[in-house]
């Protein structure tokens, strides 16, 4: 369950400041208080998140992200969520274990943003770490633990929570709160940041030689697994989660060319959610094994990420960079064996 939602610092000041204003506007004070108000989402029993409900189109008239800057949505991926919107779109897509084995998504997007991505959950302190390979990317996200918030606003990134941009928000019809909050990427940027910046540390090039032949990859959280299904008409690895084809809202059925498969430490983090389970905390900065499929083969790798602004190398056997293909990459965080 999320543990997201509470009011930070920033947000905290900004209310004190809308308090003596209102002294002064007391003609307006019932509005001003009308849509600053806290609601809760119904039925999850989750903590209140301050999300306020914007119109269905908003327009871009929030600051606005300069060249270079990705953006980074975090993405449901509970059952109740599906299909999820957007998700085709990215130019990456890490999936990370959260509370009880369950799994979540983060979406990078530079060279494309689509209408709307979703649905959009919170924040998890391993994001901080992973994010800082980019250059000050915004990240979209519903809240996060109360303890966690004074991090996310140290962090060298643009949080961009519905308290901070209520008009790149909405809650869609069709699901059940939490799983409907959906961002506008163009609320957020005015135009795609482009190709470079993309600092992942990733190879593009040719077919790497050597490798085994591979057909699917599954790849199991403790409540959790995703699937990998090569198809040579589509030259790519179509996507299955938890048994069910990765369809998103507009029909696409998703197919990145390259999955990789990365063999991280995963342990215990400080934080927890309101049922007092405790948060996975990935760790992505380090080297360890991993393995990429491509092409319809697999291939033994090596990963490194000296610094955590470093982006993360990816080498064969030999030492020599292991080159993806060309279009979207999936990265999924494994349990190191």
């Known amino acids: 369950m999320d543990g997201g939602g509470h009011v930070s610092p920033r947000q905290r000041a900004r209310s004190r400041r809308a308090a003596w204003t209102s002294i002064l506007l007391a003609a307006m004070t019932a509005a001003a208080l009308t849509a600053g108000c806290t609601r809760?989402?119904?039925?999850?029993?989750?903590?209140?998140?301050?999300?306020?409900?914007?119109?269905?189109?908003?327009?871009?008239?929030?600051?606005?992200?300069?060249?270079?800057?990705?953006?980074?949505?975090?993405?449901?991926?509970?059952?109740?969520?599906?299909p999820q919107t957007g998700l085709d779109a990215a130019d990456v897509v890490y999936a990370e274990q959260v509370e009880g084995g369950l799994s979540r998504l983060m979406a990078v997007y530079a060279t494309k943003l689509p209408?709307?991505?979703?649905?959009?959950?919170?924040?998890?302190?391993?994001?901080?770490?992973?994010?800082?390979?980019?250059?000050?990317?915004?990240?979209?996200f519903s809240g996060a633990q109360h303890k966690l918030l004074p991090l996310i606003d140290k962090a060298p990134l643009r949080a961009e929570s519905p308290d901070e941009a209520p008009r790149a928000y909405y809650r869609g019809?069709?699901?059940?709160?939490?799983?409907?909050?959906?961002?506008?990427?163009?609320?957020?940027?005015?135009?795609?940041?482009?190709?470079?910046?993309?600092?992942?540390g990733f190879h593009y090039g040719p077919v790497p030689s050597g490798g085994t032949r591979a057909t699917s990859r599954t790849v199991r959280y403790p409540a959790a697994r995703f699937t990998f299904t090569w198809s040579a008409g589509r030259g790519g690895w179509?996507?299955?989660?938890?048994?069910?084809?990765?369809?998103?809202?507009?029909?696409?059925?998703?197919?990145?060319p390259t999955v990789v498969v990365q063999y991280v430490k995963i342990r215990t983090s400080g934080y927890h959610d309101v049922l007092g389970n405790h948060t996975p905390y990935t760790e992505?900065?380090?080297?360890?094994?991993?393995?990429?499929?491509?092409?319809?083969?697999?291939?033994?790798?090596?990963?490194?990420?000296?610094?955590?602004?470093?982006?993360?190398?990816?080498?064969?056997?030999?030492?020599?960079?292991?080159?993806?293909?060309?279009?979207?990459?999936?990265?999924?965080?494994?349990?190191?064996?």
């Open 173 to 200: 019809a069709g699901k059940p709160a939490p799983h409907n909050l959906y961002v506008h990427p163009s609320a957020l940027l005015s135009s795609t940041p482009g190709k470079g910046a993309l600092t992942t």
């Open 284 to 337: 992505t900065v380090g080297s360890g094994k991993a393995e990429v499929l491509r092409g319809g083969r697999s291939f033994a790798a090596t990963w490194s990420r000296p610094t955590a602004t470093a982006g993360t190398a990816f080498t064969t056997t030999d030492g020599s960079p292991l080159n993806f293909a060309a279009g979207q990459v999936w990265v999924v965080f494994a349990a190191r064996r």
């Open 238 to 256: 179509l996507v299955s989660m938890d048994g069910t084809p990765t369809v998103t809202t507009s029909g696409v059925r998703v197919a990145p």
């Open 40 to 82: 809760h989402d119904p039925g999850t029993g989750n903590p209140p998140h301050h999300t306020r409900t914007p119109a269905p189109t908003p327009a871009p008239t929030h600051s606005v992200a300069p060249a270079g800057s990705p953006l980074a949505v975090k993405i449901d991926n509970v059952s109740a969520a599906r």
């Open 115 to 140: 209408r709307t991505v979703g649905p959009v959950r919170s924040a998890r302190e391993s994001d901080l770490e992973l994010l800082r390979q980019f250059d000050r990317p915004y990240l979209a």
